[in-house]
T-cell receptor, first 113, second 114 residues
Framework: QKEVEQDPGPLSVPEGAIVSLNCTYS??????FMWYRQYSRKGPELLMY????GNKEDGRFTAQVDKSSKYISLFIRDSQPSDSATYLC?????????????FGKGTLLTVNP | EAGVAQSPRYKIIEKRQSVAFWCNPI?????LYWYQQILGQGPKLLIQ????????DSQLPKDRFSAERLKGVDSTLKIQPAKLEDSAVYLC????????????FGAGTRLSVL
């Protein structure tokens, strides 16, 4: 079983839709949870950063972490064509020198105008 | 603030040749990372530096890959000899330090090995 599982999609939605992206993980030691957005031929860009469980909201984006279920989600409200990209979840188990990001495969999202 | 700079953007080589990639991190960032991203996969950490010292190189194929970070700033990643399976995007990232570990990525170098 891979440490981080993410449905690669592709996911295609109309403009204005609510998008739900998800990852599951097996390592219960993960404490830091991130979502990165990667446009074609660009490097990943950090969208959301969460420590432990709970919700975090930033504009149209909401990140949720459920450590009991080992499940994290990213919701995008009022999706825009500019949101079309690959979304990568990433996790790490501790800080300091042991901090190492483990990424999911990424979900390719297309928002159609 | 300038981002993480990488060069070249693209490189095409034949198998068994050697290749080198260069990275200039964000000014003041002590921690530097090299990742390999194969098409359709998430980035995989190859090596992590703190200043000019190696923190983690457990996933670096040391028989063919090498990396250095002279003077704790710029870094180079080298592959010698290259194999077909090395075709990937090589991403460099940097963070302020190991405690404030928000990683900022460069655009990457896309390597094709023929």
């Amino acid at each position: 079983q891979k440490e981080v599982e993410q449905d690669p999609g592709p996911l295609s939605v109309p403009e204005g839709a609510i998008v739900s992206l998800n990852c599951t993980y097996s390592n219960s030691a993960f404490q830091y949870f991130m979502w990165y957005r990667q446009y074609s031929r660009k490097g990943p860009e950090l969208l959301m950063y969460t420590y432990s469980s709970g919700n975090k909201e930033d504009g149209r984006f909401t990140a949720q972490v459920d450590k009991s279920s080992k499940y994290i989600s990213l919701f995008i409200r009022d999706s825009q064509p500019s949101d079309s990209a690959t979304y990568l979840c990433a996790m790490a188990n501790s800080g300091g020198s042991n901090y190492k990001l483990t990424f999911g495969k990424g979900t390719l999202l297309t928002v159609n105008p | 603030e300038a981002g993480v700079a990488q060069s070249p953007r693209y490189k095409i080589i034949e198998k068994r040749q050697s290749v080198a990639f260069w990275c200039n991190p964000i000014s003041g960032h002590a921690t530097l990372y090299w990742y390999q991203q194969i098409l359709g996969q998430g980035p995989k950490l190859l090596i992590q530096f703190q200043n000019n010292g190696v923190v983690d190189d457990s996933q670096l194929p040391k028989d063919r890959f090498s990396a250095e970070r002279l003077k704790g700033v710029d870094s180079t990643l080298k592959i010698q000899p290259a194999k077909l399976e090395d075709s990937a995007v090589y991403l460099c990232a940097s963070s302020l330090d190991l405690v404030v570990n928000i990683q900022y990525f460069g655009a990457g170098t896309r390597l094709s090995v023929l």
